[in-house]
């Protein structure tokens, strides 16, 4: 009898470690940073810290259309959008009120991006991404 005690007060001290560990993980589709597009046309923040693999979200949280843009063939100042070696550029497409976009992040390096519509009013931001 005492050693059937011993046996499941270990099992339940186990289940209680391994739900700790579960519980501990961030989920998988849970962004490293989110970003949220505002009416002052600003990524806030302007700048996110992330590692190679994690994934970055973008918000529009205004009536205003906005992108997240990291092409340079498409900016009107070269300095808005960098990439580095290796690195593919990305386009949101227009993104209402409420709506996100995603990008994962696989090369190392500082990425600097803009919104189409709204570059000219600096609306730019920063992803640097470490290995």
Request: glycine letters at 6%; one cysteine or more; proline letters at 8%.
């Amino acid at each position: 009898m005492i050693l059937r005690r011993i046996a499941i007060a270990a099992l339940m001290v186990g289940a209680i470690a391994v739900g700790a560990t579960v519980a501990a993980q961030p989920p998988q589709d849970q962004p490293a940073a989110v970003i949220k597009m505002t009416s002052s046309r600003r990524f806030d923040p302007a700048q996110v810290t992330i590692k190679v693999g994690q994934t970055v979200e973008w918000i529009n949280t205004t009536d205003q259309v906005h992108t997240v843009t990291d092409d340079p063939r498409r900016a009107h100042a070269p300095a808005d959008a960098t990439l580095p070696q290796g690195a593919q550029p990305f386009n949101s497409g227009s993104l209402k009120r409420g709506q996100t976009f995603r990008h994962t992040f696989t090369v190392p390096g500082t990425y600097r991006y803009f919104c189409l519509p709204h570059e000219e009013q600096h609306m730019v931001g920063v992803v640097v991404v470490q290995p």
